[in-house]
């Protein structure tokens, strides 16, 4: 083991190769192998060599991306401070491009250390897990069942990937390259986690209690945020895509501009009775779906209303990253007012780069000012109901990665 990783980690401007990361990879399926393999880590972290402290955390990185994953962070937990970088100083060099790579390394090593921090809360690795279906845990996940709690602690996760800031013109050589690869195939994962559990935060919004409808919209306000610096970090890889040796797929996410719709329906003082009635119809909805069967009174049919679950087709209405701007229009069979929730305010058109976002002016009158109000009156959806549920989103990120020619050890 000792000679793996000091091969792995030698002081070398280069990628760590790959027969070396390949007798580290396979360490990770024997707990003693693990264990000792990590331990001359740690030592070659103590090093004042740049390089070495780089591509030791590489090192730590590609194994829980391609070994035993559990086995890896369960070792990083009972004992993290085999990340600890807090007393590194680049002694290599001191001008030039180098002395960035102190603050490279502490950021890269928080992020790994919020990798394992995560872990140990959830004992989920989000970069890793997967559902047999394909999908996230977070576009499943009841909200009793710790939906809000987990995509929180995911968020907190892609802020410490998104605080390695080591893309800039001085990333010309292959080890700060390949750092910033593993950080980008590392996000784009994390980006699709936290995609489908904001989607699955906002399906729910309307039957939350007013707490958690609250930390809802801190939750929505951040992801906010968070996608206008994703969007600038794959723009990054985008651009380097050669130097990279990958491509960096189009990738979609949920609509980010119903943050005063979000916060108006959680303010207004009808709340509770608001929540109510849409539970109270929820209800009815399903059970007039395992009625189906039965006779169907047309004239009760017409005459009924029923509350929108206003956020039915929220998957229809995401943004392409690097497509152009989308206009959400739904299908010529569909009423707009009848499938958007967020008809009752200024709608505003997210084109990331674009420095004048489009703005469209909903018709509604001055003093409707709540989105939900017509909503909570109850419309007739007898006549579209089965066209706005039966709207199925395809996965955005199921397109591959592609690599060119490239030499990779990953």
Not at 23 to 39: G, K, N, Q, Y
Not at 80 to 109: E, W
Request: a positive charge.
């Amino acid at each position: 083991m000792e000679k793996a990783v000091r091969k792995a980690t030698k002081p070398k401007c280069a990628a760590p190769k790959a027969k070396y990361l390949k007798v580290l990879i396979e360490a990770t399926s024997d707990e003693i192998a693990l264990t000792s393999a990590l331990r001359y880590l740690n030592h070659r972290i103590k090093e004042h060599s740049w390089t070495v402290v780089f591509k030791s955390l590489i090192v730590v990185h590609v194994l829980m991306r391609k070994g035993a994953n559990t086995r890896v962070l369960n070792c990083l937990v009972r004992d993290p401070t085999i990340l600890n970088v807090s007393s590194f100083r680049d002694k290599s060099g001191t001008q030039g491009r180098y002395t960035l790579q102190t603050k490279n390394i502490h950021t890269y090593a928080a992020y790994i250390e919020e990798k394992v921090a995560v872990y140990r809360d959830l004992k989920v690795d989000f970069v890793r897990e997967k559902l047999d279906n394909g999908e996230s845990r977070l576009r499943q996940l009841p909200v009793e069942k710790g939906l809000l709690r987990e995509v929180e602690i995911l968020q907190r996760q892609i802020a410490a990937l998104l605080n390695c800031k080591f893309f800039i013109d001085e990333v010309d050589n292959e080890v700060t390259l390949t750092a910033f690869r593993l950080l980008v195939e590392d996000l784009l994962t994390l980006f699709q986690a936290t995609n489908e559990g904001v989607i699955n935060v906002l399906e729910h919004y309307i039957e939350m209690s007013r707490v958690d409808a609250k930390t809802s919209l801190q939750i929505y306000k951040k992801y906010v945020q968070q996608t206008e610096k994703v969007v600038d970090y794959l723009s990054i890889a985008k651009r380097m895509r050669a130097a990279l040796g990958m491509s960096v797929p189009n990738l979609k996410h949920a609509p980010t501009s119903l943050t005063a719709t979000l916060e108006d329906y959680v303010n207004d003082p009808d709340f509770e009775e608001n929540r109510r009635k849409f539970k109270l119809s929820k209800e009815d909805k399903n059970k007039d779906l395992k009625q189906d069967k039965q006779p169907v009174d047309s004239k009760n049919l017409s005459n009924k209303k029923e509350f929108i679950d206003f956020f039915s087709s929220i998957e229809q209405e995401q943004t392409l990253i690097f497509g152009p701007t989308q206009t959400y229009s739904p299908t010529s069979s569909l009423n707009r007012s009848v499938t958007n929730p967020f008809i009752g305010i200024q709608h505003q058109r997210i084109n990331e780069f674009s420095s004048q976002p489009q703005i469209i002016q909903s018709p509604v009158t001055p003093h409707d000012t709540n989105p939900f109000r017509s909503t909570i009156l109850g419309q007739d959806m007898s006549s579209n109901r089965s066209s706005i549920l039966s709207s199925v989103q395809q996965n955005p990120f199921q397109s591959p990665i592609s690599t060119s020619s490239y030499s990779n050890p990953f």
